[in-house]
């Protein structure tokens, strides 16, 4: 009998951080597991990666507090696996950076970052490890 390991799941709720999103978004329910990076024009805020952004986490829940004049409030895992979208296929040992619009790409040619990548799910979809 063969096993299949995955680092998918592996969180640490320690590592979960709450803040705002100062991204303008149409469609919550496509935030899950999307990258994220800090945005300094405000305090505490985070916006969907950029191309080549430094990944910090990734979204894990996203509450819309707009109707209220509280903005999108978004939980983000810092640490642990998690299945993400990538912007083209990563290959298992890839380091990863921000791809634009919140998907994660290969990091280039001797860039080491915190996240890597330890499974292909498909040509969109990988699962990575951030220490």
Known sequence: MSFDYTMEGLTYP??????????????????????????TSAANAVKLATDGGEVVGFILVAENGVSQGEGITVTVSTKGGRRVKTSAELSVGDYIVGAGAGAVKAAGTGVKTDIK??????????????K
């Open 14 to 39: 320690d590592f979960n951080h709450t803040f705002k999103l100062t991204d303008a978004v149409s469609d919550m329910d496509s935030l899950e597991g999307m990258a994220v990076e800090q945005d």
């Open 117 to 130: 990548v330890w499974e292909v799910i498909n040509a969109t979809t990988a699962v990575v490890f951030q």
